[in-house]
């Protein structure tokens, strides 16, 4: 699932609303003039902040409705959501119609994410200093001009180049997405309401995508698909040209050391992106070219970290980034995308394994949708600051309980058998994110709109290189338990038992209208009987991942909770001190 980003023209505007910015002296009539120190954006050591520039007069979004931006933040968010889904939720169809390998196709994901993991960091200091009208334009029309160029893919090489342009030109609809969402919402609502519902929209896209996929794939093909993502792009394209955000005060964003540190950090985290999404495939130590990637990932990051070390104003604030506050909630993120790759990669998957297809999935994917919306509702209505750790100890409690229900699955087990567990995980996964992005912005405004970059660098990484992440560790922990349960399985299995030898004749007896050798006849069956002892090895691997997960959140919550009675009688003691 990708996030987005809230431009600094709102940074000012909600903090003030939340009390975690102190209101400038400019904000009031002047009494005094403000010196370096009461500049939002001033930091010990950073250097003055760049000067802004004049800006627009009046917003240009002040006569118009309230329920057009909505419509238009919900319109970006599904163009976005489709073409990243797209590919990511339907990789066994999508080979059928490019003749790929799964190892093949699993390139286009790669191909996508390489560039848009890291991309939205360096866009929000563009669209600083460019502007934001100017920004949206030009991002939605080239986002247009690249799904005009996927209709005339027709092999797999040429649909893995344009699946790159494709994550390059994606990187700002969901920061556009979730502008529109706040740009009519008074500054007190931004956090409140804005961000749950502009996330609640995020977590509805896979469910949607996957929803619409089967049928437009049966009427147009791939081409169908490209012709869909086409026409969300120029319906975009013109809500923004007709619906124009307003634009904050343009200041000078970018240093020339931002050429040398951000190419560093993406190719760093490019690197790791295709390795965490080819890696389980090609297997971890049988491809040479993962460690390569590896190593160089780790090379340029370091070379990165080690340059804004030594920058008055670097591109992205290490020292507060390995503070032990920043360090445990990048934590948190971290292990909430991990638990909740149960849904979006393990749990559909499985039914992948037992032969279903998309179009029997539709069912399940609407309650994950049902379930979304009603979770970023509550959310909305529970949300104040302070009640984050409580709601995420809720998170992990349904986590934990629909990953122990999942874990008694059968090759029997239906779409309909996990409808209340997977109904679970979306509401988990629907009131996780507002909360923790709420803090983590309370936490940036506190020391100042220079610090948010950083923020928006922990909260892409671990949502998006986490749940890569995610897939990859338990991806590898389903092939290694699947190899596991397969051995133990055909230990007990030999053909001199009666029982495994009447098996095999009932399932040969399916050829015995083609099929006179009865060696041929013998071995049919015993290659039925394999697929079989797979198909149960991998029902029992999926099983072993599901409780695994379960275990995990239960640890998780039992932490929290070990933390927050830490933090009470310490709070205690103090003001008993104190008193």
Same mark, same amino acid.
């Given at each position: 699932?990708?996030?987005?980003?809230?431009?600094?023209?709102?940074?000012?505007?909600?903090?003030?609303?939340?009390?975690?910015?102190?209101?400038?002296?400019?904000?009031?009539?002047?009494?005094?003039?403000?010196?370096?120190?009461?500049?939002?954006?001033?930091?010990?050591?950073?250097?003055?902040?760049?000067?802004?520039?004049?800006?627009?007069?009046?917003?240009?979004?002040?006569?118009? =409705?309230?329920?057009?931006?909505?419509?238009?933040?919900?319109?970006?968010?599904?163009?976005?959501?489709?073409?990243?889904?797209?590919? *990511?939720?339907?990789?066994?169809?999508?080979?059928?119609?490019?003749?790929?390998?799964?190892?093949?196709?699993?390139?286009?994901?790669?191909?996508?994410?390489?560039?848009?993991?890291?991309?939205?960091?360096?866009?929000?200091?563009?669209?600083?200093?460019?502007?934001?009208?100017?920004?949206?334009?030009?991002?939605?029309?080239?986002?247009?001009?690249?799904?005009?160029?996927?209709?005339?893919?027709?092999?797999?090489?040429?649909?893995?180049?344009?699946?790159?342009?494709?994550?390059?030109?994606?990187?700002?609809?969901?920061?556009?997405?979730?502008?529109?969402?706040?740009?009519?919402?008074? =500054?007190?609502?931004?956090?409140?309401?804005?961000?749950?519902?502009?996330?609640?929209?995020?977590?509805?896209?896979?469910?949607?995508?996957?929803?619409?996929?089967?049928?437009?794939?049966?009427?147009?093909?791939?081409?169908?698909?490209?012709?869909?993502?086409?026409?969300?792009?120029?319906?975009?394209?013109?809500?923004?040209?007709?619906?124009?955000?307003?634009?904050? =005060?343009?200041?000078?964003?970018?240093?020339?050391?931002?050429?040398?540190?951000?190419?560093?950090?993406?190719?760093?985290?490019?690197?790791? *992106?295709?390795?965490?999404?080819?890696?389980?495939?090609?297997?971890?130590?049988?491809? =040479?070219?993962?460690?390569?990637?590896?190593?160089?990932?780790?090379?340029?990051?370091?070379?990165?970290?080690?340059?804004?070390?030594?920058?008055?104003?670097?591109?992205?604030?290490?020292?507060?980034?390995?503070?032990?506050?920043?360090?445990?909630?990048?934590?948190?993120?971290?292990?909430?995308?991990?638990?909740?790759?149960?849904?979006?990669?393990?749990?559909?998957?499985?039914?992948?394994?037992?032969?279903?297809?998309?179009?029997?999935?539709?069912?399940?994917?609407?309650?994950?949708?049902?379930?979304?919306?009603?979770?970023?509702?509550?959310?909305?209505?529970?949300?104040?600051?302070?009640?984050?750790?409580?709601?995420?100890?809720?998170?992990?409690?349904?986590?934990?309980?629909?990953?122990?229900?999942?874990?008694?699955?059968?090759?029997?087990?239906?779409?309909?058998?996990?409808?209340?567990?997977?109904? @679970?995980?979306?509401?988990?996964?629907?009131?996780?994110?507002?909360?923790?992005?709420?803090?983590?912005?309370?936490?940036?405004?506190?020391?100042?709109?220079?610090?948010?970059?950083?923020?928006?660098?922990?909260?892409?990484?671990?949502?998006?290189?986490?749940?890569?992440?995610?897939?990859?560790?338990?991806?590898?922990?389903?092939?290694?338990?699947?190899?596991?349960?397969?051995?133990?399985?055909?230990?007990?299995?030999?053909?001199?038992?009666?029982?495994?030898?009447?098996?095999?004749?009932?399932?040969?007896?399916?050829?015995?209208?083609?099929?006179?050798?009865? *060696?041929?006849?013998?071995?049919?069956?015993?290659?039925?009987?394999?697929?079989?002892?797979?198909?149960?090895?991998?029902?029992?691997?999926?099983?072993?991942?599901?409780?695994?997960?379960?275990?995990?959140?239960?640890?998780?919550?039992?932490?929290?909770?070990?933390? @927050?009675?830490?933090?009470?009688?310490?709070?205690?003691?103090?003001?008993?001190?104190?008193?």
């Amino acid at each position: 699932m990708r996030t987005a980003i809230i431009s600094d023209g709102e940074i000012h505007a909600i903090g003030k609303a939340t009390g975690a910015v102190p209101i400038a002296a400019n904000d009031d009539p002047p009494q005094r003039a403000a010196g370096p120190a009461d500049r939002p954006g001033h930091a010990a050591g950073a250097g003055p902040s760049p000067a802004p520039q004049a800006g627009p007069a009046a917003s240009p979004a002040a006569g118009l =409705p309230s329920y057009a931006y909505f419509a238009t933040s919900a319109l970006l968010l599904l163009t976005q959501g489709f073409g990243m889904n797209m590919i *990511a939720g339907n990789l066994p169809q999508l080979q059928g119609a490019f003749s790929a390998t799964q190892n093949e196709a699993a390139w286009l994901i790669a191909a996508y994410l390489a560039p848009n993991v890291s991309l939205s960091m360096a866009l929000v200091k563009v669209r600083n200093q460019y502007g934001l009208r100017r920004f949206a334009e030009c991002g939605i029309l080239v986002f247009t001009l690249v799904c005009i160029l996927h209709l005339f893919v027709t092999d797999l090489d040429a649909a893995i180049a344009v699946r790159f342009f494709a994550g390059v030109a994606a990187a700002p609809l969901s920061s556009l997405g979730f502008l529109y969402m706040i740009e009519k919402l008074p =500054p007190e609502r931004k956090l409140r309401h804005g961000i749950p519902a502009a996330l609640t929209l995020i977590a509805l896209m896979p469910s949607l995508t996957r929803i619409m996929f089967p049928t437009l794939f049966e009427i147009g093909g791939v081409h169908g698909l490209y012709l869909f993502e086409l026409g969300l792009a120029m319906a975009s394209l013109c809500a923004i040209y007709l619906l124009p955000l307003t634009s904050p =005060p343009l200041i000078r964003a970018i240093e020339r050391l931002d050429f040398v540190s951000y190419p560093l950090m993406a190719v760093g985290l490019g690197a790791m *992106a295709i390795v965490l999404s080819t890696g389980r495939l090609y297997w971890w130590f049988e491809a =040479p070219w993962l460690g390569e990637l590896l190593v160089l990932s780790i090379v340029c990051l370091t070379l990165a970290i080690v340059i804004d070390l030594n920058r008055a104003r670097p591109f992205i604030d290490v020292r507060w980034l390995l503070s032990p506050a920043m360090l445990h909630f990048t934590a948190v993120l971290l292990l909430f995308r991990l638990l909740l790759t149960e849904q979006t990669a393990s749990a559909t998957n499985f039914f992948l394994v037992l032969g279903l297809q998309s179009d029997q999935l539709t069912g399940l994917y609407t309650v994950i949708a049902i379930a979304a919306v009603i979770g970023g509702t509550v959310c909305a209505l529970v949300n104040r600051p302070g009640r984050e750790p409580y709601i995420h100890l809720v998170c992990l409690m349904l986590i934990a309980a629909g990953a122990w229900m999942d874990s008694y699955a059968t090759n029997l087990t239906r779409p309909h058998d996990i409808y209340i567990s997977q109904a @679970l995980m979306a509401l988990a996964s629907a009131m996780f994110l507002p909360p923790a992005m709420a803090q983590g912005i309370a936490e940036a405004f506190k020391r100042g709109p220079n610090h948010f970059l950083t923020f928006i660098l922990v909260f892409l990484a671990t949502q998006n290189i986490g749940g890569q992440l995610g897939s990859a560790v338990f991806g590898t922990m389903i092939t290694l338990r699947e190899k596991f349960h397969s051995n133990v399985l055909a230990q007990s299995i030999t053909l001199t038992d009666p029982l495994v030898s009447n098996r095999v004749s009932q399932m040969s007896s399916t050829y015995g209208h083609t099929l006179t050798d009865r *060696a041929l006849l013998n071995a049919e069956g015993t290659s039925l009987l394999a697929q079989r002892i797979t198909r149960e090895a991998n029902v029992l691997a999926y099983n072993d991942v599901f409780l695994a997960i379960a275990a995990l959140s239960l640890l998780a919550a039992i932490g929290l909770v070990l933390h @927050l009675a830490f933090n009470a009688i310490r709070f205690r003691m103090r003001d008993a001190v104190a008193a």
